[in-house]
């Protein structure tokens, strides 16, 4: 009998990329997506472990959907993602009215188990030769943005990080897989494509590098804009640049590229593998070429071992490099990484007070950099209605801000050119020149 499913994710862009894609495949299968989860019969939530507050956010979530299978035995409820990669039996002992845990490498089973072809229970085996599921991300009707990923797991081994031991070591996607994915998705209306990877730079497919994947996804026919996530800075490259320059229809020159700290000391513990000065270069060699640039970052603070001086190294990094936006969060401990074993000797309220110091420092400079487009002309990519602003449409500059444009003055998924007439921290307003 087909399942009435509903779907809950929590973390990053490749969960949601997972969800969406699995979501696909179900309905592929007979079974039926709600958007309402009171009313679903088949429940998933994917989750992500790379910290305890969104471990933590998503073991209560599921903590109070099993309280309504006493009311409805027949509801099935189960775990992927990273936190069932990592905890796998002890999600049992946790919540006992779970009905199956699946690990990032076991996905498809979840179709095995609402198709009712296999018993409900544990699966988590890691599979070097898994992809992903063998269906398309799901494309939502007038949807013009989507992910497509490209490369699964990590071999970087940051030491604060659990990547590569709950989604395994890198491999790379068949390019003919990743360019038929996304010429689907421009078949179903999809204007903008962002590339996914624990790790983009490293992307390596029998001698094929990102530069060159990138450039063959530049050249798919009616496909407006490609973004790609994340950048390492030690696999970021000058040909990468040279793709971007090539390509400035389609490519804007805005880059993710986690720094993590401003300090050669933290940067060492957290095996991150370059210096503040050998990121610097990076960043430099992004403004030469593309002085308006948009570089967003992530910055961990109160890793263990930093000091004052550490601390006040990533704010001077951040004021040198003029973020567009920075992602930070206070370090915690994650079981089973090499930081694990350090320890933990920065007090929390330090962590707080240092986490609150950058985020209105990132702040500040991001307004600063918004402010700095008024005047400007961008080439903005129309995605629906805003919600919480009647009468204007939504649009994205190429810097990846929010752009606010007159309801009637475009279609969506067009791209237009307006003018910047007034900034916020995160939105634009603009009209046409």
């Not at 702040?363 to 903005?380: D, K, M, P, R």
Request: hydrophobic share 40%.
């Amino acid at each position: 009998m087909p399942k009435i499913f509903h779907i809950i994710t929590y973390g990053c862009q490749m969960n949601q990329y997972d969800s969406s894609a699995l979501r696909e495949y179900l309905e592929i299968r007979g079974h039926k997506w709600t958007d309402d989860v009171q009313s679903a019969d088949f429940i998933v939530v994917n989750t992500c472990a790379v910290r305890e507050h969104a471990q933590n956010r998503a073991l209560g979530r599921i903590k109070g959907l099993v309280s309504a299978k006493r009311k409805n035995p027949a509801l099935e409820i189960g775990i992927m993602g990273c936190v069932a990669q990592e905890l796998g039996e002890k999600l049992f002992e946790k919540i006992p009215e779970l009905d199956f845990v699946i690990g990032t490498d076991q996905i498809p089973v979840i179709a095995q188990i609402a198709d009712g072809t296999i018993a409900r229970g544990i699966f988590v085996q890691t599979r070097q030769n898994f992809y992903g599921v063998e269906s398309n991300a799901h494309i939502n009707s007038g949807r013009v943005s989507s992910f497509v990923t490209i490369m699964r797991g990590c071999d970087n081994f940051c030491s604060y990080c659990i990547v590569p031991y709950v989604r395994g070591r890198e491999r790379s996607l068949p390019p003919d897989r990743i360019i038929a994915e996304i010429e689907n998705a421009v078949a179903n209306g999809v204007r903008e494509i962002t590339l996914l990877g624990q790790n983009v730079n490293s992307y390596d497919y029998g001698g094929l590098d990102f530069p060159e994947l990138l450039e063959m996804v530049a050249n798919i026919d009616n496909l407006a804009r490609i973004r790609f996530v994340t950048n390492h800075p030690k696999d970021f490259s000058e040909k990468l640049l040279d793709i971007v320059e090539k390509y400035p229809d389609k490519i804007p020159p805005a880059f993710h590229l986690p720094i993590q700290s401003g300090s050669d000391n933290v940067l060492h513990a957290m095996n991150r593998k370059y210096t503040s000065e050998q990121y610097f270069d990076i960043v430099d060699s992004i403004y030469k070429k593309f002085p308006d640039a948009a570089i967003s970052t992530d910055i961990i603070t109160g890793f263990p071992g930093e000091s004052e001086a550490d601390f006040d190294a990533t704010i001077s990094a951040m004021k040198r490099v003029r973020f567009s936006g920075t992602f930070s969060f206070r370090y915690s401990v994650r079981q089973g990484t090499a930081a694990s074993k350090l320890l933990d000797n920065v007090p929390n309220d330090v962590k707080i007070e240092r986490l609150n110091r950058v985020i209105s420092t990132g702040l500040e400079i991001a307004e600063e950099y918004s402010q700095n487009l008024i005047g400007t002309v961008q080439n903005v990519l129309v995605e629906g209605k805003s919600r919480k602003n009647p009468g204007k449409l939504r649009a994205t500059a190429p810097s990846g801000r929010t752009v606010l444009i007159d309801e009637n003055s475009a279609n969506i998924g067009d791209i237009v050119t307006v003018k910047i007439t007034d900034a916020k921290i995160w939105i634009l307003w603009g009209e046409y020149p």
